[in-house]
């Protein structure tokens, strides 16, 4: 599993901005995750972008306007960029779709991560990250989806209050109305929560409403909060399914919780608290290797402090 956030992204492109030339006239994104890499590029080169169905069309954006019509003869030189290359028929669909401009534009192309195998479909490629991979900025349309576990609230829907986590009246008007966080855009696996099985048909039927597509749903099948209270058991549940299947993600909504699973499944977790993987086997001192560990100790740490003011 390579993981990389907005963070990782930003100091790759400054790390590796002297290998792009300074006679570049116009920074291209490829929408839509290729627009990200595209501003920053444009950015810290000081140079105006758009998108590439505006730039097919002639346009561009500027300061002060969305978008501004202009001419080959004001931008020649082209740079069309995108985060990653995989498999490379993304990067291919696209050349051929601005084939027909290349007699008036001189188009080069960057990507920010690829694969080692297909580095030479990139004019300029700036990192390489073998697959699987998951980037912080298109988690939620990933392809391989299907193999992971989701939690629901904090992660597809808010939490509820404590006043309507009553387990009574106000509990159901939350669930058949929770307002949607998180939608994926894709199928995913299973939905695994710490919601009582009791609530099964409210679930299944926000899931339904909010267009969510999922192959399972296991719930705890305890009678009551109070039953659910006493078991405190959300990680270990949440973690019974997701290490006793060929899943490769969970999505976790609860720090503590995340790193609760990853411990049990020593398998990776993706927080929605602070929008950061926990990895396979590592809990607290997770990518100790790359330094990634101190941040998830002070925010570790704070957590533990405002629960202790909380309870004082």
Known sequence: MNFRNVNDLNNTILKQLHLIPRDIDLVVGIPR?????ANLLALYLNLPYTDIHSFVNGFIYKSGARKQFFTEKEYKKILVVDDSIASGSALKECKKDLAHLESKFDIQYCVVYYTPENKHLADFALEAVPTPRYFQWNIFNHTTLEKACFDIDGVLCVDP????????????????????????????????????????PETEAWLSKNGIHYDKLVMLDLP????????????????????????????ESDLGQAIEINRITKKPVFCTQNFEMIYNNESLFYNLKSGKNLPILKRTALKLRDVVRKNR
């Open 224 to 251: 009551n909060m109070k039953a659910r209270q006493k078991a405190n058991n959300h990680a270990g549940h949440k973690a019974n399914e997701y290490k006793h299947n060929k899943y490769n993600l969970f999505v």
């Open 161 to 200: 209050t404590e006043e309507q986590n009553d387990d009574g009246v106000l509990y159901q008007s939350f669930l058949n109305n929770a307002v949607p966080l998180y939608i994926p855009g894709c199928k995913i696996g299973t939905i695994v929560t710490s919601r009582l099985e009791k609530y099964r």
């Open 33 to 37: 995750s290729g627009m990200l890499p």
